[in-house]
Each structure stands twice: as structure tokens, then as C-alpha cells.
T-cell receptor, first 115, second 114 residues
Framework: AQKVTQAQTEISVVEKEDVTLDCVYETRDTTYYLFWYKQPPSGELVFLIRRNSFDEQNEISGRYSWNFQKSTSSFNFTITASQVVDSAVYFCALSVIKYGNKLVFGAGTILRVKS | KAGVTQTPRYLIKTRGQQVTLSCSPISGHRSVSWYQQTPGQGLQFLFEYFSETQRNKGNFPGRFSGRQFSNSRSEMNVSTLELGDSALYLC?????????????FGPGTRLTVL
């Protein structure tokens, strides 16, 4: 079975602080994909990144960066110099090929960035 | 390209009624998936449709059903509504390849069952 754990229920930071959101996943499949989505108060899930299990390269996109470590089954997300607009719920998700596009989501982490 | 659209955005129903939600995917996308989001259970996969066929199904009772049309638009139906069906229902579309693809989500339909 697949499982995603986001241990941090809620994080509060002050603007310009760096913040890391943790994600730990479980699967016995060797080929899988990991995702991060952002859900602002409007409710729509916004895609941030997709990473397959064979690509452990870290990725940086502007103020966002992701650290994928298969050895610890983790796919952590860091926001550098956080801004108020980053306030949202962030979801980590897992998908394995045999289940097609089925996403298994973590419980989400609420990020509050205060000015 | 226009994003995923869902109608209606809000619905209020009473127990025992049935409801139909609609989803129009991004143009060119052939896969549509549905998810239920509740405060208690989080985001849960309902089912996926590809080329008018259900390709995957989550662990929901048979009261939850769906279909996909030849233009890739999808509907989901919930019969005999229960209070616990109150949720945000999200639709997502993707190109539909064999590998898990990036899914793009619509704004959701918020269903309230009284």
C-alpha cells in the first residue's frame, strides 16, 4: 500500500524566513512519482512539482526548492525568503504506475506567513 | 489554454437526494480523475476515467459513480446522499499517458448535505 506522511500539521513563520515542509512516503513499488501541490484559500490545488523515482536530483525554481532522498523516502520542500502570499495548505502526493493517475495525498501542512 | 472547469461551484442537497457534478478538462486532456476532500479524511481518490472507460477506482461505496463522454468531459453522481458526503469534490485532468501524469485541478464543487 502507498502512504504519504506530512508530520507538520501547521507551521507559522515571519516573512522572509526560510521554511521546510517535510514529506515521507511509503511504497513497495520501485517506479513511482512524487508531487507537491499548493492549496490557497480559494480551494483549487495548484501543481508545483512532479518528480519520478529515478531522478534524485534536487530542483530549484525561484524561491522554491525540493530535496528528494530515496534512502530516507523523503521529498522535502523548502521555501526561501517566505512571503505572505505563500500562506496556503501544501500537499505532498505519491502515484505509482500500476494505479495510473491515482494520487495518494498526505494530510497537508498549513503554512502561515506573517508580515 | 483554459483550465479545468467544474460546475456547479456550490450545491446544497438534503439526505436521500442524488447529485450530479460536472467537469470539463483542459483541452486535449483525455484523463479525468475525481477526488473528495473532507476535514476528517483529507483528499481521497474516487476514480479515474480515460477514453470513456473507468481506469481506476478508489474505496468508495457504489453510491459514487461517474462517466466520461467522448469529448472527455466527465460527470460524477452520488445517489442517496448522506451527511458524510458533504465535501469539496475536486476534478483533475491530465494527458492520460501510462505514466502517472501531472494532474491539473479545477476549483472544486462544494457539496453540503443537510
Amino acid at each position: 500500500a502507498q502512504k504519504v506522511t506530512q508530520a507538520q500539521t501547521e507551521i507559522s513563520v515571519v516573512e522572509k524566513e526560510d521554511v521546510t515542509l517535510d514529506c515521507v512516503y511509503e511504497t513497495r513499488d520501485t517506479t513511482y512519482y512524487l508531487f507537491w501541490y499548493k492549496q490557497p484559500p480559494s480551494g483549487e490545488l495548484v501543481f508545483l512539482i512532479r518528480r519520478n523515482s529515478f531522478d534524485e536530483q534536487n530542483e530549484i525554481s525561484g524561491r522554491y526548492s525540493w530535496n528528494f532522498q530515496k534512502s530516507t523516502s523523503s521529498f522535502n520542500f523548502t521555501i526561501t525568503a517566505s512571503q505572505v502570499v505563500d500562506s496556503a495548505v501544501y500537499f505532498c502526493a505519491l502515484s505509482v504506475i500500476k494505479y495510473g493517475n491515482k494520487l495518494v495525498f498526505g494530510a497537508g501542512t498549513i503554512l502561515r506567513v506573517k508580515s | 489554454k483554459a483550465g479545468v472547469t467544474q460546475t456547479p461551484r456550490y450545491l446544497i442537497k438534503t439526505r436521500g437526494q442524488q447529485v450530479t457534478l460536472s467537469c470539463s478538462p483542459i483541452s486535449g486532456h483525455r484523463s479525468v480523475s475525481w477526488y473528495q476532500q473532507t476535514p476528517g479524511q483529507g483528499l481521497q481518490f474516487l476514480f479515474e476515467y480515460f477514453s470513456e472507460t473507468q481506469r481506476n477506482k478508489g474505496n468508495f461505496p457504489g453510491r459514487f459513480s461517474g462517466r466520461q463522454f467522448s469529448n472527455s468531459r466527465s460527470e460524477m453522481n452520488v445517489s442517496t446522499l448522506e451527511l458524510g458526503d458533504s465535501a469539496l469534490y475536486l476534478c483533475a485532468s491530465s494527458s492520460g499517458g501510462l505514466d502517472p501524469d501531472t494532474q491539473y485541478f479545477g476549483p472544486g464543487t462544494r457539496l453540503t448535505v443537510l
